[in-house]
């Protein structure tokens, strides 16, 4: 079965702009998180999908949004780009929601702001 | 409340030896605690989970131990080899419908020949 899979890898963009990333689940899952990791904050929870729906969001500014599509497919959408936007995002899988159901994780987007 | 306390911040353990990583809680509706590992230019990747209704877990060389009343658990690796040189991660969740994980900082483990 194949893993999580992220695109891009790299990513450099200009303060100002947007990013869009992409993430595709394991096949069968349902349910897709977000986290963004940096040296500083280290992994923090950006928003969690199942069935298409937003079921968790967490303490990060309007800029960042996500969508999940019928596929489980999922995007995240950074607008506005800051400096401090450069990190590892991590997109997660899981086979169904609830907070037993293990995460897989893909090896994520290293998005850089110059 | 919802932090996730990890420590030490690094380890060098020498080969064949025991590497133990603390993590502590405070809030009590955390049931799931997961660790993940983490190589350099990968994404984490589950390592071991538990749940508080259990003392101990072990997984081969893997151990989870949780003190529930402490509000503590650790990651114990016997044996320890070069190839588990990574970074660890302890991580907790409430439960319920979502699964969202609260990470600890994490911890460099060095292995050493």
């Known amino acids: 079965k194949a893993g999580v899979t992220q695109t891009p890898r790299y990513l450099i963009k200009t303060r100002g702009q947007q990013v869009t990333l992409s993430c595709s689940p394991i096949?069968?899952?349902?349910?897709v998180s977000w986290y963004q990791q940096t040296p500083g904050q280290g992994l923090q929870f950006l928003f969690e999908y199942f069935s298409e729906t937003q079921r968790n969001k967490g303490n990060f500014p309007g800029r960042f949004s996500g969508r999940q599509f019928s596929n489980s497919r999922s995007e995240m959408n950074v607008s506005t780009l800051e400096l401090g936007d450069s990190a590892l995002y991590l997109c997660?899988?899981?086979?169904?929601?609830?907070?037993?159901?293990?995460?897989?994780f893909g090896n994520g987007t290293r998005l850089t702001v110059t | 409340q919802q932090q996730v306390k990890q420590s030490p911040q690094s380890l060098i353990v020498q080969k064949g030896g025991i590497s133990i990583i603390n993590c502590a809680y405070e809030n009590t509706a955390f049931d799931y605690f997961p660790w993940y590992q983490q190589f350099p230019g990968k994404g984490p990747a589950l390592l071991i989970a538990i749940r508080p209704d259990v003392s101990e877990k072990k997984e081969g060389r893997f151990t989870i131990s949780f003190n529930k009343s402490a509000k503590q658990f650790s990651l114990h690796i016997m044996d320890s080899q070069p190839g588990d040189s990574a970074t660890y991660f302890c991580?907790?969740?409430?439960?319920?419908?979502?699964?969202?994980?609260?990470f600890g900082t994490g911890t460099l483990l060095a292995v050493q020949p």
């Open positions: 991580a907790a969740s409430g439960g319920g419908a979502t699964n969202k994980l609260i």
């Open positions: 096949s069968g899952h349902r349910s």
């Open positions: 997660a899988s899981s086979l169904v929601g609830g907070g037993w159901s293990p995460l897989h």
